[in-house]
């Protein structure tokens, strides 16, 4: 009985030995590739949160600067966050800040360049449309007009088209393209939530242009109602 189970473990030994040989740099490639895998995973992890701390502190002290009212030094903050961390959403709330800073001081082309660099480059579609707006508000006052409707018309994030519908509006009035506000105007209208407080804004804007929003929104409660 003995010589027969030697047998049989022999046998099984034959037979893993030969299945390793076969097949045992694939296994171990495999796990190689996955724990490298599971490895890079963390250290990306690790890497993205070291990043963010990072950021965050930059934040801080561009804010700091920013409330100090030096504007060179803002820049130069600003600067270096992109440099480092050109993707991290604080960099992307600094360039606003910075941009306002720049714009309010009088360094117009300074903030244009910043509000431009994150029109493309911000990651997140929300901010990117924030500086899409407020770069608008921009080339509006240098008389750009085509290029602001131009930068308005891709690119907004959904919980912006009302507010660059409205500032479509703004533009085609500065125009003299009456029709056009009209219908930009409208459009930003019924996007906007009826408390909003820009709702209202943009009915007086209506009004002055022959629309009332109102008699729509009435109209359409007694239609819903007869149904």
Do not use: C
């Not at 602001?148 to 660059?164: H, V």
């Amino acid at each position: 009985m003995a010589n027969h189970l030697d047998l049989e473990e022999q046998e099984q030994l034959d037979q893993l030995k030969h299945f390793w040989k076969q097949y045992g740099n694939l296994i171990t490639w495999g796990l190689i590739l996955v724990l490298g895998a599971v490895a890079a995973w963390n250290v990306y992890h690790r890497w993205q949160h070291d990043q963010s701390v990072q950021a965050a502190a930059m934040y801080d002290e561009v804010e700091k600067v920013v409330g100090s009212g030096d504007v060179q030094k803002a820049e130069r903050a600003f600067n270096d966050m992109k440099d480092h961390f050109a993707k991290a959403a604080f960099t992307q709330q600094a360039g606003l800040l910075v941009a306002k800073m720049t714009y309010e001081s009088g360094k117009v082309d300074v903030a244009k360049a910043t509000l431009s660099w994150l029109v493309e480059n911000a990651a997140d579609r929300g901010y990117a449309s924030v500086a899409r707006l407020r770069l608008s508000s921009v080339l509006i006052d240098a008389k750009a007009y085509d290029d602001a409707l131009k930068l308005l018309g891709t690119g907004i994030a959904d919980e912006f088209t009302a507010l660059a519908d409205d500032r479509r509006g703004d533009i085609y009035l500065l125009q003299d393209k009456r029709p056009e506000a009209k219908v930009a105007y409208e459009k930003a209208y019924k996007a906007f939530d009826e408390k909003s407080e820009y709702r209202r804004l943009v009915s007086v804007k209506l009004n002055t242009l022959g629309g009332n929003p109102q008699s729509d929104v009435t109209m359409a409660a007694v239609v819903g109602g007869a149904k």
